[in-house]
């Protein structure tokens, strides 16, 4: 999927325009496939979305304020808890 299509698919997501930001950057570290995937999961769990994007601001924002280089790994786990969680 083209990088604007995804982007789009972003910006319908329910989210604040900070977390629509946060996701943006996330998908830009995944292959087109995952990222394909990312946001269909997010499309058909609309409530995960919100709490994906709360958790990438945040990181996003630590990661600016402090230049926080290892916020993958943590960041990894929650994504894994989350994507599980029901």
């Not at 698919?9 to 329910?14: Q, V």
């Not at 926080?68 to 989350?82: R, T």
Request: charged share 30%; net charge positive; aromatic share 6%.
């Amino acid at each position: 999927m083209a990088n604007n299509e995804i982007k789009k698919r972003i910006g319908l997501l329910p989210v604040t325009d900070e977390h629509k930001q946060a996701l943006t950057a996330l998908i830009s570290y995944f292959p087109p496939k995952d990222a394909t995937a990312l946001i269909g999961f997010l499309e058909e769990k609309p409530n995960r979305a919100e709490k994906l994007c709360a958790i990438m601001a945040k990181k996003f924002k630590a990661m600016r304020e402090e230049k926080v280089a290892a916020w993958d790994k943590a960041l990894a786990e929650e994504l894994a808890l989350l994507m599980q969680a029901d």
